[in-house]
């Protein structure tokens, strides 16, 4: 045994091995290989191998020791070994059950973390392999890389109705239940009468103006109706939007659960919505014929498209029709008088001409988003998909959009007139990381576009419109566009660059996203000159930042399991079938693809000793045969991955 004096000894020994390495705290974050990285309190993000991450989980708050590489004196990256585990917050482990020899195990299926962890013989709770499963944590495997799990419940098997859509909303911790204080207010609401509304005496009445909606022939969450009015100026647009805040007041239940659900989620079938779907597919919803309390955003447009006065108001409308985008376009784009009811066809012609305004203008001075197709996955009673329809761009598409991005502007450059009192939609263009690739692209492809400044909203408006107009220059400006940063919110009043707006706040989906229920709440207060709504931190912002992330990831992720199933079973029926595709992304390994009809994508693995790989200009070389973003391409399925939810094809 130690005497005092050598415990005192072996710990300043230690303390003096701690002092001579370069420590640092940071955060794990996974990867879809075995390796992983810590972002360091500092903003540096460091590698962590293999070996090292298997000892960790991503959202776990480490010290490391920090190895500079030294044999580059021009790479700034880092390698890191854990020293010590300061707190995790993982404790729920999804996935399915797996048996390998003589060991169980649950194989986890969760974001950044893909990985076996054992199940003692006392902790697998009747469950059988192949169980979907939700496990918790019940040994960290920080100290030797073993983690062990407990079976708390038993999802379903493999071959259940909609087993993926439950085991997805687990997977990304969906909310798909309320608490009996938000169910007691949903139900005092809607036992509330619209003349209880402590505004109501003052809202503009306007239930004889024809108000109808525009949407997807499905759609329950219906938070914008249109009129329009032509004038010897141009048009009278008026844009009615659903007025949640009207009845839900701030901190309250219901606004604490819609601020943490950050938006509805729109999964293959089903829609998990940010308010009860008693409210946001009723009370609030412009249904024809319902009286429904509204923001309304009334502009007056131009002939030219340009947007010459704005007025928000608080009202009281009544749609007098639920149009569907098909039956619209029916009507404008192939005369059929009978697929929407006579007394909007008028109105409907006149909200054509003033979308085409709007149009125009946004061709003229802005940006527009690049077009594509969308596609409709229609379910079978297993939840699969039985098919997917192909749907181009309509006529009655582009009504809705351009009225909805001209009251998001609006409403941005309204904000900014009023310091601080919003939640504005940002976009800083390309990746920072990104910037001396492209602007040395630029330079060698496209010099007379070289003085540009990036950064600025008239120089990326400059560089992308270019491009466009430019036929020769289309693989480029796909290449460009997959190295841009993604949108942020934020409270101060920055530009758009993605769309060329100097302002844009989203005020159109209120009973979708919270950052448009925020703003509703913040246009009343300006309008009716009280204390200004309390502007959210940083932190709330990056927090609704993330949620609506995670949302988007598992709609993706469920997308791709489905997929994943229908193409298994297509290949089963039809295995020498050639699909049309084209290129969407490239790499040095090969290429990624998206099947025209189907809009699924999957990789082509090519052999890389036969290309040379152009990472700035995303192109594949090669002494027979090339490959550029947006290539034709004609492809066969080589094989479908369930496991890793990966599909695979080979070129034809």
């Known amino acids: 045994m130690l005497d005092l004096n050598a415990l005192s000894q072996l710990n300043q020994l230690k303390e003096t091995i701690r002092s001579d390495k370069n420590l640092a705290e940071g955060t794990v974050r996974g990867s879809q290989g075995r390796f992983g990285f810590v972002t360091l309190d500092d903003g540096r993000e460091a590698f962590l191998a293999p070996d090292e991450m298997a000892r960790v989980l991503p959202g776990d708050r480490v010290e490391v020791s920090v190895t500079e590489k030294k044999d580059n004196p021009d790479s700034n990256k880092i390698e890191v070994e854990l020293d010590k585990l300061i707190s995790s917050t993982t404790k729920v482990l999804i996935g399915q059950y797996l048996i390998r020899g003589k060991g169980h195990f649950i194989a986890i299926d969760m974001p950044q973390l893909n990985r076996w962890v054992f199940l003692p013989p006392k902790a697998r709770n009747k469950a059988q392999e192949g169980d979907f499963l939700v496990c918790r944590l019940t040994r960290h495997p920080f100290e030797d890389g073993k983690g062990q799990a407990k079976v708390v419940e038993i999802l379903g098997k493999p071959g259940d109705v909609g087993i993926e859509h439950k085991v997805v909303c687990h997977k990304h911790n969906l909310a798909t239940r309320w608490t009996k204080e938000e169910q007691a207010q949903l139900d005092s609401i809607r036992q509330q009468s619209l003349d209880s509304l402590a505004d109501y005496q003052s809202r503009t009445t306007l239930q004889d103006q024809p108000f109808v909606t525009i949407d997807s022939a499905t759609t329950k969450d219906m938070d914008d109706a249109l009129s329009v009015e032509a004038n010897d100026q141009g048009w009278l647009l008026k844009v009615a939007i659903a007025d949640p805040t009207s009845s839900i007041a701030s901190g309250s239940a219901l606004d604490k659960a819609a601020y943490k659900r950050a938006n509805t989620a729109y999964l293959p079938g089903q829609a998990i919505t940010m308010l009860p779907e008693e409210l946001s597919h009723n009370a609030y919803s412009l249904m024809p014929g319902e009286d429904r309390p509204a923001l309304l955003c009334q502009m007056q447009i131009s002939k030219d498209g340009t947007i010459e006065s704005t007025q928000f108001e608080f009202a009281i409308v009544r749609s007098a029709h639920k149009l569907s985008y098909e039956n619209v376009a029916a009507f404008l784009e192939q005369d059929q008088t009978d697929a929407v009811p006579a007394d909007s066809h008028e109105l409907l012609k ?303």
């Open 350 to 652: 006149a909200l054509l001409d003033c979308s085409q305004a709007l149009n125009n203008y946004r061709s003229e001075h802005m940006l527009k988003m690049e077009e594509r197709d969308d596609y409709d996955l229609v379910l079978n009673d297993q939840k699969h998909i039985a098919e997917i329809k192909r749907q181009s761009r309509n006529l009655a598409q582009q009504i809705v959009e351009e009225s909805m991005l001209a009251t998001n502007r609006s409403a941005g450059d309204f904000f900014a007139q009023h310091a601080n009192s919003g939640i504005y939609s940002s976009h800083k263009g390309f990746r920072s990381e990104r910037l001396d690739n492209i602007r040395k692209v630029i330079a060698e492809d496209f010099p007379e576009l070289a003085e540009l400044d990036l950064l600025s909203l008239d120089g990326y408006r400059e560089l992308i419109k270019t491009l466009h107009q430019n036929p020769e220059a289309a693989p480029q400006l796909a290449a460009f566009r997959l190295m841009l940063q993604a949108g942020v919110l934020t409270t101060e009043a920055s530009p758009h660059l993605g769309l060329a707006m100097q302002h844009y706040a989203t005020v159109t989906s209120p009973i979708r996203r919270y950052n448009d229920f925020y703003n509703h709440r913040a246009l009343r207060a300006i309008l009716q000159g009280g204390d200004a709504v309390e502007a959210p931190t940083q932190e709330a912002l990056n927090e609704m930042q993330a949620r609506i992330g995670t949302t988007r990831a598992a709609s993706r992720d469920l997308e791709q399991w489905l997929y994943c199933l229908f193409v298994e079973e297509f290949k089963q029926q039809n295995p020498e079938q050639t699909l049309s595709a084209t290129v969407f992304r490239v790499t040095s390994q090969g290429v990624t693809v998206k099947l025209n009809d189907w809009g699924i994508n999957g990789f082509v693995k090519l052999d890389p000793k036969a290309f040379k790989f152009d990472p700035e200009r995303m192109m594949l070389k090669g002494e027979e045969q090339s490959f550029i973003l947006n290539q034709p391409v004609e492809v066969l399925i080589d094989r479908v991955d369930l496991d890793k939810k990966r599909i695979n094809f080979k070129l034809v």
